[in-house]
């Protein structure tokens, strides 16, 4: 009992220290230099290039004492998860159809809307669901896709962001298959190049828009069942993307 007692002793005066430190840095250090300390703090941390949107530290990394407001303070809990979504690539996937509810929703504890805080987003989609499709062995074009209309509103979201947000779109495409249905890989500069300006004449409008409102847009190509691939993201918004058919 004696050392249990002990051991819960240390452990008060521990989070009473803690919070001391937090609380004479919020008083002393101006935000700026408290938002050094806060990205030094979160540069180890898993989330630092690439968040699932359901991965927030308030539950995901609880057992870390910086993520327990108990133990440092409200404010500093506060400044630190501001910190942390502009450290991190929100990670949306292919569920676009949460995107808006996912913006809109408040952070716990901050009061305000996840998309005043996120200045990094990126999304997935596939092809299939975008442009034409010819069938795997040749034969007719396939009709436009219905979820094209859907995709293009859920896009319109993301002018929930703040101005400035950088936004990287991935185009999912698929590998190809031998007659003898061997897979091959479908990446190709050639196949990559028709692709992308496929989809980027379909989402013209909202892409101007997006980049007239300030944000920064980048797209690339993802390999079904592979994570985003950043090597081959184009930027849209300095026309880096090769448009013009190869002769």
């Known amino acids: 009992m004696g050392q249990y007692a002990t051991t819960n002793s240390l452990d008060n005066n521990r989070d009473t220290t803690c919070r001391d430190l937090c609380e004479g840095m919020i008083t002393t250090l101006p ?7 806060y990205e030094y703090i979160l540069c ?3 989330y630092k290039d690439v968040a699932v949107s359901t991965n927030e530290p308030a539950s995901s990394q609880a ?7 108990e133990k440092v303070a409200d404010t500093a809990w506060k400044e630190l998860f501001e910190a942390w979504y502009r450290s991190v690539w929100i990670h949306m996937g292919e569920d676009l159809g949460y995107i808006e509810r996912f913006l809109s929703l408040n952070v ?7 998309h005043h805080l996120i200045t990094k987003i990126s999304i997935t989609f596939n092809q299939r ?6 069938k795997p062995l040749g034969g007719d074009v396939t009709r436009v896709p219905t979820s094209r209309a859907r995709i293009l509103e859920r896009l319109e979201h993301l002018f929930l962001l703040k101005r400035g947000a950088s936004i990287h779109l991935y185009v999912i495409i698929g590998c190809r298959w031998t007659r003898r ?11 990559e190049r028709k692709v992308l300006r496929q989809v980027t004449t379909v989402m013209s409008d909202v892409l101007s828009r997006l980049s007239a409102e300030g944000y920064r847009l980048a797209m690339g190509i993802q390999i079904f069942s592979r994570r985003p691939d950043e090597s081959s993201l184009f930027d849209l918004c300095s026309g880096n993307l090769p448009l013009e058919e190869e002769h």
């Open 181 to 191: 249905m061997m897979m091959i890989d479908a990446r190709s500069p050639r196949r």
């Open 129 to 134: 669901d975008v442009v034409f499709l010819e």
């Open 44 to 46: 180890d941390t898993l």
């Open 31 to 37: 935000r700026e230099l408290r938002d050094i300390i």
């Open 63 to 69: 057992g870390l004492d910086y993520w327990q407001v």
């Open 108 to 114: 716990a504890r901050l009061g305000i809307p996840r």
